[in-house]
């Protein structure tokens, strides 16, 4: 089978040296790749620039990815092409910068010019955190007859809230299956689809159920 996997960080950048990024390593992911690799399949693996995971990488092609814009446009450019599966475990970020402003003044702020490296000479700066569009919702467009399995990560709550978000994805995104782990889940991981929920211990066992569909 062909299949995408998905692994590691995006990142925003500020400026020419500073970024907003997230804590994933890329190691499930790119286990998940090995996995399917070492099981006959054809990977392609998509891995976050900064992902810090060191482990071997063993899909039959790997594509390294920035921004979420850069994702998105490598993503949609396989949208012609035979894909049975795609795994999109990456940690997209949430957010991008929109306006910064930097003081003038106590308590007064302007707008400030773009540069590869803004001064913090200045003192306070303020940043807008503008929402990054969401690619899991754009994959079904892009591979109309392919299964998608998306990611959950919560942070926050229990159990029964990570369960609820990764149902929602599949209704709103259309994708046939979602993973839900993160503090919230607790330990393990969930494999949610419409009708059906299964708990698997660890990650071994969660790749072999993935592997079947």
Not at 54 to 72: I, P
Not at 82 to 107: L, M, N
Not at 150 to 159: C, L, N, S, T
Request: hydrophobic content about 40%.
């Amino acid at each position: 089978m062909n299949c995408i996997v998905t692994a590691g960080p995006t990142f925003e950048p500020l400026d020419d040296v500073r970024r907003l990024t997230n804590f994933s390593t890329g190691r499930l992911g790119t286990e998940l790749a090995n996995f399917l690799a070492a099981r006959g399949h054809k990977v392609t693996l998509f891995i976050g620039e900064s992902s810090t995971y060191a482990g071997e990488r063993k899909a039959s092609s790997v594509k390294t990815f920035s921004t979420t814009a850069d994702l998105r446009a490598k993503l949609k450019s396989f949208s012609g092409k035979k894909v049975d599966a795609i795994f999109h475990a990456a940690a997209v970020s949430d957010f991008a910068f929109g306006q910064i402003f930097s003081e003038t003044k106590a308590g007064e702020f302007s707008t400030q010019k773009s540069t590869k490296k803004i001064s913090t000479r200045k003192g306070t700066l303020l940043v807008e955190l503008l929402p990054t569009p969401k690619i899991i919702a754009e994959l079904r467009g892009w591979f109309p007859k392919t299964k998608i399995v998306g990611w959950k990560f919560e942070a926050d709550g229990v159990r029964a809230d990570a369960l609820r978000a990764a149902a929602k994805q599949l209704a709103d995104c259309a994708t046939n299956f979602c993973v839900a782990n993160g503090p919230a889940y607790g330990k393990g991981f969930n494999l949610v689809s419409a009708d059906a929920q299964k708990h698997l211990a660890d990650a071994q066992k969660l790749f072999t159920d993935l592997e079947k569909i």
